[in-house]
Protein backbone atom coordinates (compact mmCIF):
# COMPACT_ATOMS: atom_id res chain seq x y z
CA UNK A 1 0.00 0.00 0.00
CA UNK A 2 1.40 3.50 -0.99
CA UNK A 3 1.65 6.19 1.25
CA UNK A 4 -0.43 9.45 0.34
CA UNK A 5 1.45 12.37 -0.40
CA UNK A 6 1.60 14.75 0.80
CA UNK A 7 2.22 18.32 -0.50
CA UNK A 8 3.04 21.74 0.92
CA UNK A 9 2.06 25.17 -0.29
CA UNK A 10 3.78 28.02 0.19
CA UNK A 11 2.00 30.94 3.12
CA UNK A 12 1.84 33.32 0.11
CA UNK A 13 -0.45 31.40 -1.96
CA UNK A 14 -3.91 33.36 -0.89
CA UNK A 15 -6.88 32.30 0.45
CA UNK A 16 -8.65 28.96 -0.05
CA UNK A 17 -11.04 30.61 -2.43
CA UNK A 18 -8.28 32.09 -4.22
CA UNK A 19 -5.31 29.99 -3.83
CA UNK A 20 -2.86 30.21 -6.83
CA UNK A 21 0.51 27.82 -6.09
CA UNK A 22 2.89 25.83 -6.64
CA UNK A 23 3.27 22.97 -4.53
CA UNK A 24 6.28 20.62 -3.46
CA UNK A 25 6.30 17.04 -1.88
CA UNK A 26 9.70 14.55 -1.06
CA UNK A 27 8.83 11.20 -1.80
CA UNK A 28 11.28 8.72 -2.27
CA UNK A 29 14.55 10.90 -2.45
CA UNK A 30 12.43 12.94 -5.01
CA UNK A 31 11.03 16.12 -5.31
CA UNK A 32 7.60 16.46 -7.02
CA UNK A 33 5.79 19.69 -7.92
CA UNK A 34 2.63 21.03 -8.93
CA UNK A 35 0.21 23.51 -9.63
CA UNK A 36 -2.65 23.58 -7.37
CA UNK A 37 -5.26 24.16 -10.31
CA UNK A 38 -3.67 21.45 -12.27
CA UNK A 39 -2.96 18.73 -9.52
CA UNK A 40 -2.43 15.74 -12.24
CA UNK A 41 0.69 17.33 -14.19
CA UNK A 42 3.06 16.82 -11.41
CA UNK A 43 7.58 17.35 -12.38
CA UNK A 44 9.84 15.56 -10.76
CA UNK A 45 13.36 16.86 -9.89
CA UNK A 46 15.98 16.47 -7.42
CA UNK A 47 17.07 18.29 -4.15
CA UNK A 48 19.90 19.59 -6.16
CA UNK A 49 18.03 20.93 -9.11
CA UNK A 50 15.32 22.43 -6.72
CA UNK A 51 18.35 24.15 -4.52
CA UNK A 52 19.78 25.49 -7.44
CA UNK A 53 16.29 27.04 -8.75
CA UNK A 54 15.60 28.52 -5.20
CA UNK A 55 19.01 30.05 -5.12
CA UNK A 56 18.54 31.82 -8.82
CA UNK A 57 14.83 32.42 -7.35
CA UNK A 58 16.65 34.25 -4.28
CA UNK A 59 18.95 36.20 -6.29
CA UNK A 60 16.29 37.76 -8.90
CA UNK A 61 17.14 35.99 -11.66
CA UNK A 62 13.66 35.34 -12.55
CA UNK A 63 11.97 38.77 -11.70
CA UNK A 64 11.65 39.43 -15.42
CA UNK A 65 8.84 37.07 -15.62
CA UNK A 66 6.38 38.43 -12.83
Do not use: N, Y
Not at 23 to 31: F, K, M, P, Q, S
Not at 41 to 63: N, P, S, W
Request: glycine fraction near 8%.
Amino acid sequence: MTSPITWQKSSFSGSDGEIQCVELAHVDGRILLRESDAPDAIVTTDRAKLRAFIAGVKAGEFDHLI
